[in-house]
């Protein structure tokens, strides 16, 4: 979670890194033995091999955040394997603070363990694909690492791309100050497309 900091502090320079558009899916799934953690766990590492993924609980309630940048045909080959494999799984095609919700509530009945997700900046919501702004500071504090959801990061959008970004860390909750001036760096997407037919996923895990 981003901390507040005093209004005194001054950025000098922002590098961000736009968030990657693409299709969302939660994945839930009970683990009702270590065997069954193990065999979960491997199996979203494959997946990981072919999109981004994302640990959102680990124990007796398994949960993963996955994000595709082509087609969603490997959304329903997740969805067939833990169907078949496991006594109870749960699938949302998208992710939203109402899903996020519904997942922290099993969890906490089921006292799972849950991993620590950006917010964004703005707004507050749980984003675990956001956009990213490292601040520096005028002096010699530490640089601050910054989060925004897709709303916030596409509702604040400018024609001039500098500006955009200025913009959309001056409104952030942190309470920097950003003048017109401040030097922005583009960070160059660290996302490459995957295709799906590389690597196959197990049919038994």
């Known amino acids: 979670m981003n901390k507040p900091f005093s209004r005194q502090k001054e950025v000098s ?3 961000y890194s736009q968030a990657t558009p693409g299709r969302r899916a939660i994945f839930l799934v009970e683990a009702r033995t270590r065997k069954e953690v193990r065999q979960i766990t491997r199996l979203f590492d ?18 993963y955040a996955v994000q595709v ?26 992710f939203s603070e109402v899903t996020f919700r ?20 703005i707004c507050e919501a749980v984003d675990p694909f956001p956009a990213r702004a490292t601040v520096q500071f005028k002096g010699q ?11 916030c990061a596409s509702l604040y959008a400018e024609e001039q791309e500098d500006e955009w970004i200025r913009g959309l860390v001056s409104r952030d909750r942190a309470r920097l100050r950003v003048s017109h001036d401040v030097v922005v760096t583009l960070l160059p997407d660290m996302v490459e497309e995957r295709p799906e037919q590389e690597i196959d ?4 895990i």
Do not use: D, N
Not at 46 to 63: D, F, K, N, R, Y
Not at 141 to 151: G, I, N, Q, V
């Open 102 to 121: 519904l997942v922290q509530s099993l969890c906490e009945e089921s006292e799972t363990e849950m991993a620590e997700l950006p917010q964004c900046g």
């Open 46 to 63: 494959t997946v990981g091999q072919l999109a981004e993924v994302v640990p959102i609980s680990h124990g007796t309630l398994m949960s």
């Open 69 to 94: 940048h082509s087609g969603a045909t490997l959304f329903g080959k997740i969805e067939w394997l833990l169907k078949t494999q496991f006594a109870f799984s749960l699938v949302e095609r998208s």
């Open 201 to 204: 996923l197990p049919i038994a």
């Open 13 to 15: 320079r922002i590098h």
């Open 141 to 151: 504090e530490e640089p601050a690492h910054l989060s925004y959801c897709a709303r």
